[in-house]
């Protein structure tokens, strides 16, 4: 396995603290809706798809590389 660079390693920790894959999205957009105290919002915390994960990974990695 290769050596992850600082930034790569930061991203990983981040991205693996934010994954919510299997909870309930209902669950996290109620506790930001009491977290920040707003009802209309449609936020929540974390990321709950595969998808959406590689999306956000892809996104970041193309930034870092950039940089």
């Excluded at 790569?8 to 919510?20: E, F, G």
């Excluded at 977290?35 to 936020?43: A, D, F, L, P, W």
Aim: net charge positive; aromatic share 8%.
């Amino acid at each position: 396995m290769a050596r992850m660079s600082k930034m790569d390693y930061q991203m990983h920790c981040r991205m693996q603290m934010m994954l919510n894959v299997n909870k309930s999205r209902h669950q996290a957009k109620k506790k930001y809706k009491e977290m920040m105290g707003k009802n209309e919002s449609n936020r929540m915390i974390g990321i709950h798809s595969h998808l959406t994960y590689d999306a956000y990974k892809q996104t970041i990695i193309e930034f870092i590389r950039s940089e």
